[in-house]
């Protein structure tokens, strides 16, 4: 670190940026959006705007009459935002996601170096996982599409060798919400770039087999996944402070069955983002909504919905990889309209903030489907931490064994297996499976035979 900190006095005669240990508070307000932009109110963009020496090409200036028409929009708003600097000239900004969020310029040395201090200061303070979020964006060529360019998978390898070398077992997780093939590129050749990629197809492939009850179109995506090495594994989630994204779905559902999805869904009271595409036309890039509502229809009744919940959540802690709950999820929460309302954009839907005194209450309440979800959920998490077959090294076999029950069978190098069935429908599912002296470790109960009855929406981890 001190030898880096030297070569950036060299370089830019002085330090630039503010010190990492109050960057959260002074640059990104908070958040943990570091490595592809900043914010209008952060001290980078301030001193850009003051014109202070050292910050003339921090952020990516661009005439606006540019032919930027073939590069890859995430967002239904401009591309450029213009901002006035102090002299009173404007330039117009590459604003990838929104005018609130102001893309760095990773070819300035000086920016690449300062963004360099911050993943250090990270390491140096203990950080056990870092993540580069939206990292497919972060180099620009106009002309081009900006997205997935060589020159960032090239950044990606160097902030992986200073983590590396700078604190050996780190995890660097990229995050990138496109379709599956460009998901994967971050690995790398599974040693040299990402450790984790965040499962953005899960999400909305649990979603939809659950919605057709039918686990076909999940079980052959399944199948298909493979690791480049024994360095790698995946990050699987079903919810986040973001939509439900669906680019994953591109090129593993029909363009039709995705818009089939989305209007459903629309109709039960789901808001949409739409994204820009290079014709001129326009696509659902996600869903908002929190994924209890995704799940189940406004009619469902609380048991129900309980069910279906628990069942999706119980094929993510299955699955290989790393599972990650969102606290909303944890929480049972339902869709915030009033969020929406209030903040004035859809992602509030799924971002309600809680005084700790109404929360307590409310998961203390025993008839609560807020109490029935964290309690069982916790317990699934408890039983998965406790089993080493569920460890994201074991091995893995999924298939479906009928349209609507879908197996994932994991097996720990010690011998350990433990088989997850999982029935994706409101009918009772009666499959041929051979099981001798197996144990339900969800429900306790002794399975044996060559058949086995699951309930509507019901889960088994046998062991």
Partial sequence: KNSLNRLIRCVCGKKIGPDPRNFNQRVSLGRNDLLIRTFPKSEWFNDYLQQLDGYENFFIAMDPDTDLSNVTRPRALPLLTPFTLKDNTVRHLWTTFSDDQIDLNYANPVVLLAMVDVLLSYLEQGADYVRLDAVGFMWKEPGTSCIHLEKTHQLIKLFRAIADCAAPGTAIITETNVPHKDNVSYYG?????????????????????????????????AQSLELPSGETTWFNFLASHDGIGLNPLRGLLPEDEIMRLVTELQQEGALVNWKNNPDGSRSPYEINVTYMDALTPGNCSDAERFSRFILAHAILLSFPGVPAVYIQSILGSRNDYKGVETFGYNRAINRKKYQVRQIEAEMADET????????????????????KAFHPDSNFQICNVTPAVMQIKRTAETGEEITGLFNVSGHTQTICIDI?????????????????????WQVMWVK
């Fill in 189 to 221: 050749n599974g040693h040299d770039e990402a450790h984790m990629v965040y499962q953005f197809s899960l999400p909305p492939l649990v979603l939809h087999a659950v919605q057709r009850q039918d686990t076909s179109i999940l079980c052959q995506w």
């Fill in 368 to 387: 609560s489907l807020r109490h029935a979800i964290y309690h069982e959920l916790s317990r699934l998490i408890v039983i998965r931490r406790n089993n």
């Fill in 436 to 456: 001798e002296n197996g144990f339900d470790l969800i429900s306790g109960e002794t399975i044996s035979g060559k058949e086995l009855t699951l309930y509507a």
